[in-house]
């Protein structure tokens, strides 16, 4: 289907339509377009006379997921649409009003609207971009393509994997679920961004009911991630302690970027043993908070470097433990922290989390 939409001449969207109830579902009534006329008398006596009219909701440069995204935009919070959006040369997106994107430019029939997420792919994937900015740009896709919503869960690496092949032909470098081989380390540094259900009282970044990717990808969890390396908080570069020795995944299909069978990771580093303690959980907190506590010595702390104290500090995993099985409400388990990077400033300190799964 990604070469159908990247072959296309327009992809016409009917974005505001939950079902196939067609491109006009929602076409703004003509009453509420009209302008409204405002007259009055300046401060010295003058006549205006001001013609206005009612503000439109861009949805589509907001955050993907937001319930009015959800509401307005349905065909926009699906999975599969993010890479037809991505590939196709021109979209004509059907809503309360008429948007186009295509390669060069987007507007809209009010001129407000924003988005330039298909013009910033295309320039990102120009020969002359580098693979600094095509990574920054492949783990942006990522954050907001897992916020997107799939009928079929095991749809979560194929769902990108027209997008993934357009990478490839630039980068040159072998896909791990999700992952590049040439930029693993920095690709690691992804943490669950949970975000409570709208409907029910708990999280809803979980694993999938079946396996479908190792727990060191972003795929390995149902729900949206982010990756730290594009926040603001590590602006003052990365510095990683950990190298990798071996990585593979192995093709469920005859798709290279599709679905996996299996993978591995094989890496060097310094290994902790830490305390992972559950955050006593009050009726209106979510039951997802935890916090770390080293429990080696002052001599380990210190081999592992000086400024690496995290006692006692927030703790992100990449699922509901509790749910789970894996620890009880209130208590605490001992894991191995591998140190992947940290940052000085401020100071912040990245664990491999699926060490933090390993137990005793
Ligand atoms: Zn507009």
Redesign the pocket.
């Known amino acids: 289907m990604a070469n159908i939409f990247e072959n296309s001449f327009l992809t016409l969207a009917a974005s505001t339509a939950a079902d196939d109830s067609g491109l006009f579902f929602q076409k703004m009534d003509v009453e509420s377009s009209k302008a409204v006329e405002l007259t009055g008398s300046t401060a010295d006596g003058r006549p205006y006379c001001i013609y206005a009219r009612r503000p439109?909701h861009?949805y589509l440069d907001d955050d993907i997921l937001g319930s009015h995204v959800t509401s307005n935009w349905p065909l926009i919070t699906r999975a599969w649409v993010f890479q037809e959006r991505l590939l196709a040369p021109r979209v004509l997106h059907f809503g309360k009003?008429l948007?186009w994107e295509c390669r060069e430019a987007s507007y809209?029939?009010?001129?407000?609207?924003s988005h330039r997420l298909k013009i910033s792919h295309t320039a990102s994937l120009l020969s002359s971009s580098s693979d600094s900015a095509l990574h920054d740009h492949w783990r942006s896709l990522v954050m907001e393509f897992t916020w997107l919503r799939l009928t079929h869960e095991n749809d979560r690496l194929p769902a990108l994997s027209g997008a993934a092949k357009k990478f490839q032909m630039q980068l040159g470098s072998r896909y791990l679920a999700g992952l590049w081989d040439d930029n693993i380390l920095e690709g690691l540094l992804w943490y669950a961004a949970p975000e409570r259900g709208q409907e029910e009282q708990r999280y809803y970044t979980h694993r999938p009911s079946e396996w479908r990717s190792p727990s060191w990808s972003w795929a390995s969890v149902e729900g949206p991630i982010q990756y730290v390396s594009n926040t603001k908080a590590w602006t003052s570069g990365i510095e990683y302690n950990a190298v990798v020795i071996a990585a593979e995944c192995i093709p469920a299909s005859a798709d290279p970027t599709g679905a996996i069978l299996k993978g591995h990771l094989v890496m060097k580093g310094n290994i902790t043993r830490a305390l992972l303690r559950h955050k006593k959980s009050f009726p209106d907190q979510p039951s997802c908070s935890y916090t770390v506590t080293w429990l080696a010595g002052r001599r380990d702390r210190v081999r592992i470097g000086s400024n690496f104290t995290v006692n006692g500090h927030d703790a992100n995993v990449d699922f509901d433990l509790i749910e789970s099985g894996l620890i009880k409400p209130d208590s605490d388990m001992e894991v191995h922290c591998l140190r992947l990077a940290s940052t000085q400033s401020p100071l912040r300190t990245f664990c491999l989390d699926v060490a933090l799964l390993l137990g005793a």
Not at 108 to 113: F, Q, R, S, T, V
């Open positions: 439109i861009h009003e948007v809209c029939e009010c001129l407000g609207a």
